[in-house]
């Protein structure tokens, strides 16, 4: 990857330890932040399968695919974005609230924040939480002062430290280079899938879905993580190790 299309934080900025790619980590991480206990992450054992898929709870409000950077998705990243202009929407009328990346390690985070950030989960954000307080001051704010607010929250810094230290595994080091990567799947109050990510100059407008259509549809799965996957298999000998988590109604 050519340094000047290098989309990562540059050496010297903030870094975190990576998150652990679990749903009761992520849970417990917006829990802290403020998100009610009534939404809850899951893990998604297949999209194939449909009595796989009936285990997690609907609607789906957001679908994050965790998987490694590779030299396809890396090529493909750095052509879709040739020509687009830096994202600059913000303000009560943005259709989604987008984060840019500028803290090393944390795409788990930002992926996370984006999910509920946006479509029907903010309305489980708890009043008066850092949460609430996190996005009220966000909207306002354009892509660059936005990831300037998410450097040097400490309520975030702090919650994320909790929820890394608390997983099943022996958490890595910050300085750790991980190469797996977050997006995050939404659906806007317009009803269109939106793909975010941190790492690319805003967020994706991935097609319409029909107001039923949750980010497990179907089509958002058409439009969204299945052709991702077709992308990788093409390319052939390409690494299809992913995991996907949806964030929905909690079993408890």
């Not at 998705?73 to 009328?93: L, M, S, V």
């Not at 993580?225 to 909690?250: M, N, P, Q, T, Y």
Request: charged share 25%; proline share 7%; aromatic share 8%.
């Amino acid at each position: 990857m050519a340094a000047q299309n290098s989309p990562d934080v540059p050496p010297g900025r903030k870094r975190f330890i990576p998150l652990e790619n679990n749903p009761e980590v992520m849970s417990n991480l917006v829990h802290r932040l403020g998100l009610s206990s009534k939404l809850g992450f899951h893990d998604v054992f297949s999209i194939d399968e449909p009595e796989l898929l009936a285990f997690v709870p609907r609607p789906a409000h957001a679908l994050l695919l965790i998987f490694p950077v590779s030299e396809t998705y890396e090529r493909f990243r750095i052509q879709e974005d040739k020509d687009r202009p830096e994202y600059t929407g913000y303000g009560p009328n943005e259709e989604v609230v987008w984060y840019k990346q500028t803290i090393g390690n944390a795409c788990g985070l930002i992926g996370l924040l984006h999910g509920v950030s946006n479509g029907g989960a903010r309305s489980y954000i708890e009043p008066h939480s850092s949460l609430s307080k996190l996005l009220s001051d966000a909207i306002p704010l354009k892509p660059i002062e936005r990831a300037d607010l998410l450097y040097e929250s400490q309520a975030l810094e702090s919650a994320h430290q909790s929820a890394a230290a608390g997983g099943d595994t022996t958490a890595p080091s910050a300085d750790d280079k991980v190469d797996l990567h977050y997006v995050c799947f939404v659906k806007s109050t317009n009803n269109h899938l939106w793909e975010m990510d941190g790492r690319r100059k805003g967020p994706l407008d991935r097609g319409e879905l029909a107001p039923d259509e949750d980010v497990l549809s179907d089509k958002a799965l058409q439009l969204g993580v299945r052709s991702f996957l077709k992308r990788e298999e093409k390319a052939g000998g390409g690494d299809l190790r992913f995991s996907l988590i949806a964030l929905s109604e909690s079993f408890d």
